[in-house]
């Protein structure tokens, strides 16, 4: 599996996502600058976390622009992977490519902590490694997590399954305690309708590997690559 | 011409910069508030003399950028400079 990880001026987990696909995932993966205008041979490209251009306007507002974002949609809309985490999935949001916005979170600190989630849908090329309802612990790192959707966005989401991971108690009860950042309806990760682009806030990257404290994340990464084996077995 | 441009969240969407400079304003001593709401300012000078032609540009640059539609509304005067 050949991996694309865009370099923004200001990210800051792209060298880590490139790490898990590259030494632990043991797959082809590059750094991608992002004037950079194709993306080449890729089956999975990833938009990671950080502070693209000092979070300037709104998260992700400016980086959405980036030339090699035309690429990006087009590589997405012939159904090619696409994973945006953090700063990743701001930047999907503001393009488009899912719906709905972020929000500062309600207390308004930046959140630097590890959080549970659980699996909402195992479905997806990004979640068959894990089964439905299964809990992970999980770190974030934002101070824009609070996302926001219309009545009708977020029914629509609903009804279509493309809410993949929410906020949850250690035990995966749904409490306001346990929404870290005020997000409606407790959403830590979404996916579009055609589930082959998934953003989520919390760090996979970070959690891949046991001396981090946790492995849930690595699955996550071996969803993508059993999805990309299947679909050249 | 110059455009000032103002963006600011949706009413209805919880503006907690808001609500915090409200409480903040409260302990100062200002409880005659109903409500605080924080938005953003942008001035932009465009090399365009022609009104019409200046707000539909003002228009389309915060259609595409300067507000996200989800969350803000925007509003604009326009000025010869």
Known sequence: MNVGVISFPGSNCDRDCHFVCNDILKQSSRLIWHQETSLKNIDLVILPGGFSYGDYLRTGAIARFSPIMDSIIEFASHGGLVLGICNGFQILLEVGLLPGAMLRNTHLSFICENVSIKVENADTPFTNQFSVDQILNIPIAHAEGNYYADSTTLSTLHEHGQIVFRYCSGNGTLTNESNPNGSLDHIAGICNQTRNVLGMMPHPERSAEAVLGSTDGILLFNSVLNTFEKSES | ?81
């Open chain 2, 1 to 81: 011409m110059k455009a000032k441009i103002y963006v600011t969240l949706k009413r209805g969407i919880h503006d907690p910069q808001g609500h915090a400079i409200h409480q903040s304003l409260a302990t100062l001593g200002f409880e005659a508030i109903n409500e605080v709401r924080l938005g953003k300012f942008v001035e932009v000078d465009i090399e365009e003399h022609d009104q019409e032609k200046a707000e539909a540009t003002v228009k389309n640059m915060c259609d595409k950028l300067l507000a996200n539609p989800v969350i803000e509304n925007y509003r604009y005067e326009l000025f010869s400079s």
